[in-house]
Each structure stands twice: as C-alpha cells, then as structure tokens.
C-alpha cells in the first residue's frame, strides 16, 4: 500500500479521533463508572463486564486512526471514518433509547459521527 501526503486537517482530524478513542477507552478500562456517565448511560450491573468491552473497542478504534494517519493511508483512513461512524450512530441510538440515560449526553455521539462523515468523505473526493 502506497503512503500519501495527508493535507494538514486530514492529520489533525486522524490523530484527535486517534487520542480521543484511546482516551475514552483507557477511561472506561480504568474508570469505568465516570466513563459510563459520560457516554450517556446509568448501567447498574454486578461487574464491569460492558465497561471492559467498550474499552477494548475503543482503544482498539483509537490505535486503527493513530497508525493509519500516521501512515498516510488515504483511502483505508477515509474507509475507517466512513465505516468507523456505524458505532457513534449506534451508540447516539442506545443513548437515546435507554431507560436510564444521561441524555444530554446523546449529542456527542451524533457529532461524533457527522465529523466522521465530513473526514471520510473529504478524503475520498480528493484526487490522487
């Protein structure tokens, strides 16, 4: 796979979605209550079995954006926001569904997802 110059947003966008993914799921690895209010939900379970999960998903996001973007992987970035949205929509939709939410929360999920949008499809349109 060939590396390309990113523009300059393209980098900036990449490595905030990057550091903010691996942020949230180190938070939710390591305080996982604070983390479940954040995302907009009041989960009461016996473990943190959810928390872990979403950690791991999260990080696991987060490193995808960090190595892509600083590989310069143009289409397999763009194809990561486009695709990579499905779970801020997801998420918005559990938020606002649930019976126990925090729902002022819900909003950065949907924001989440439009930024997703506009990096993917920015980076899918420019020539090259």
């Known amino acids: 796979m060939l590396t390309e ?3 300059l947003w393209a980098k900036l ?3 905030f979605f990057g550091a903010g993914l ?5 938070r939710f690895l390591l305080l996982p209550e604070q983390a ?6 009041i989960y009461a379970q016996p473990n943190e ?3 872990y999960i979403k950690g791991v998903r999260d990080l696991t996001s987060g490193l995808f954006f960090t190595v892509f ?12 926001f486009l695709i990579g949205s499905l779970t801020p929509v997801g998420d918005m939709i559990i938020v606002l569904t ?11 999920h949907g924001l989440t997802a ?15």
Do not use: C
């Open 69 to 80: 973007t600083i590989a310069g992987w143009r289409k397999p970035l763009a194809a990561l």
């Open 114 to 128: 439009l930024a997703a949008w506009i990096g993917g499809y920015f980076l899918l349109r420019q020539k090259g």
């Open 13 to 15: 966008l990449g490595y």
């Open 98 to 108: 649930s019976p126990s939410t925090v729902l002022s929360a819900a909003w950065i």
């Open 49 to 51: 079995s959810f928390h």
């Open 36 to 41: 479940e209010l954040g995302f907009g939900l």
């Open 5 to 7: 110059k990113l523009p």
């Open 22 to 26: 691996i942020f949230i799921g180190g």
